[in-house]
């Protein structure tokens, strides 16, 4: 069975920094890209950018790139969703995603983690 | 970023069909994507329902009922999710995707379905 788990609740004040999990289970995570999904409170999905753990490849959405880094370790079959300084905007639900194609970004997302709640507040 | 455009609400009865759009901007050709559709409950994390190209390469999420089914109308560059003989478990929200020409993901800004 796929499963992807994420780390639990965060709260944490601006300025802070911030790295989330999620780890892939069930099938080969070296060969499915993982995605990350933000949803801000009470609003729609927004895709973020994607990440192959078989060789770190990355691909980020313009209005993330540079606001956040994606990272995996393959070793411990889990993705990464890291900020160097969280905004008080940065508060809402994120989700890590399985693509639904082997070895290519192009694609949706088949199976879903849980979702990680991220309060960034002072 | 293209934007897809997704009616706000829609509403239909139980044993109805519903029909939920997602139109593309005229710079993308929507018989070109594949579009990819997602129903979230309230409190749970988006749920794969399908996607589809053409009627020869479409697919379907695990677990799925076949009364969930994707089609286009380029006419209108749009493209639809049907949902036929619609329950009061089908009440979510709805978003559609695709994977346009700038090397990442967009998502549309989502329909609330309400079963009257």
């Known amino acids: 069975e796929v499963q992807l788990v994420q780390s639990g609740t965060e709260v944490k004040k601006p300025g802070e920094s911030l790295k989330i999990s999620c780890k892939g289970s069930?099938?080969?995570?070296?060969?499915?890209?993982i995605g990350w999904v933000r949803q801000m409170p009470g609003k729609g999905l927004e895709w973020m950018g994607i990440?192959?753990?078989?060789?770190?490849?990355?691909k980020y959405s313009p209005s993330f790139q540079g606001q956040v880094t994606i990272s995996a370790d393959k070793s411990v079959n889990t993705a990464y969703l890291q900020w160097g300084s969280l905004k008080a905007s940065d508060t809402a639900m994120y989700y890590c995603?399985?693509?639904?194609?082997?070895?290519?970004?192009?694609?949706?997302?088949?199976?879903w983690g849980q979702g990680t709640l991220v309060t960034a507040s002072s | 970023q293209p934007v897809l455009t997704q009616p706000p609400s829609s509403s239909a009865s139980p044993g109805e069909s519903a029909r939920l759009t997602c139109t593309l901007p005229?710079?993308?050709?929507?018989?070109?994507?594949?579009i990819y559709w997602y129903q979230q409950k309230p409190g749970s994390p988006p749920r794969y329902l399908l996607y589809?190209?053409?009627?020869?390469?479409?697919?379907?999420g695990s677990g799925v009922p076949s009364r969930f089914s994707g089609s286009k109308d380029a006419s209108a560059n749009t493209g639809i999710l049907l949902i036929s003989g619609l329950q009061s478990e089908d009440e979510a929200d709805y978003y559609c995707?695709?994977?346009?020409?700038?090397?990442?993901?967009?998502f549309g800004g989502g329909t609330k379905l309400t079963v009257l």
């Open positions: 995603a399985r693509g639904t194609n082997a070895w290519s970004p192009e694609g949706g997302f088949d199976y």
């Open positions: 069930g099938y080969s995570f070296t060969t499915y890209w």
């Open positions: 990440i192959y753990p078989g060789d770190s490849d990355t």
């Open positions: 005229s710079d993308i050709n929507v018989v070109t994507y594949n």
């Open positions: 589809y190209y053409s009627d020869s390469d479409k697919g379907q």
């Open positions: 995707m695709i994977w346009p020409s700038h090397a990442s993901g967009v």
